[in-house]
């Protein structure tokens, strides 16, 4: 699938810290976290490599606007935003590699 950006939130098994990161290509974003191809990031330091939100845009200045609000929210806001489409919290990276 095409998109111009998409907005993500990564977590790790226990869900006890959040990511929220920007990409014009998801999949191989995904794929980067998972692998941890740059083993001193955030993201590799937590173990985050559990997508549980992706918001997908027209045009990449959109997502970066969209990343940026929502990185100024609070934990409890992300928490909320996570759990109006992800109820369960279920790993959607699944969903993203079929593309």
């Known amino acids: 699938m095409a998109f111009g950006g ?3 939130i990564l977590t790790n098994r226990h869900n006890t810290t959040l990511y929220v990161g920007v990409t014009s290509e998801l999949q191989p974003r ?4 998972i692998e941890k191809v740059y083993p ?3 993201t590799a330091k937590y173990n ?3 997508l549980v ?6 045009f990449i200045e ?3 606007q969209r990343e940026k609000y929502i990185k100024g929210k609070s934990r409890q806001w992300k928490i909320e935003l996570i759990s109006q489409n992800n109820t369960n919290w279920d790993d959607l990276t699944p969903e ?3 593309w």
């Open 40 to 42: 001193k990031s955030f």
């Open 53 to 58: 939100h992706m918001e997908h845009f027209g």
């Open 96 to 98: 993203v590699l079929k």
């Open 48 to 50: 985050l490599n559990k």
């Open 62 to 64: 959109e997502a970066i």
């Open 30 to 33: 995904i794929i980067q976290h």
């Open 6 to 8: 998409s907005v993500y």
